[in-house]
């Protein structure tokens, strides 16, 4: 019971990453090109729309591999002592995560604060990014967190 409650919270959370992924590599282009089809100038948006697709192409490569390798080790039996080591290892990871989360919403924010000194074209696309980034790391933050949360209980 134990070993398939472990399992079967990391599916769900690559699916949970997995399906952001997909929503966002859907969406973004298309929001995207009616930006761009509509002939009005360059905004920030369409540069916020290229960094989203392009990031969750990353996070959805990750979801399923993570997925992948969950389903390898699930078919495994491990001992009670085994799962709580694989539990503490995964605690860390995700606790590294987090903090990597909060450095991906400062880099946005810096990113944003940097768009104020730059020319018009630069400032609209670290605008984008940075908005971007900042989306990106707070939903990847919450994740994370929530993920934590639930391995502890």
């Not at 993570?66 to 605690?91: A, D, F, H, T």
Request: overall charge positive; some cysteine.
């Amino acid at each position: 019971r134990i070993h398939n409650q472990f399992y079967n919270r990391q599916k769900t959370a690559m699916t949970i990453l997995g399906s952001w992924s997909i929503a966002n590599m859907t969406v973004s282009p298309l929001l995207r090109n009616q930006l761009m089809e509509a002939g009005e100038p360059k905004s920030s948006m369409e540069y916020f729309h290229e960094m989203n697709f392009y990031w969750n192409v990353v996070n959805a490569g990750i979801a399923g591999l993570g997925y992948i390798g969950i389903q390898k080790r699930k078919k495994q039996y491990w001992s009670l002592s085994s799962i709580e080591k694989e539990r503490n290892k995964l605690r860390k990871t995700l606790v590294i995560n987090m903090g990597l989360d909060v450095c991906y919403l400062l880099a946005g924010a810096l990113l944003r604060n940097r768009a104020s000194k730059m020319n018009h074209d630069q400032q609209i696309r670290l605008e984008g990014f940075g908005n971007s980034l900042m989306l990106q790391g707070g939903f990847l933050l919450v994740f994370d967190g929530f993920f934590v949360y639930r391995m502890n209980q």
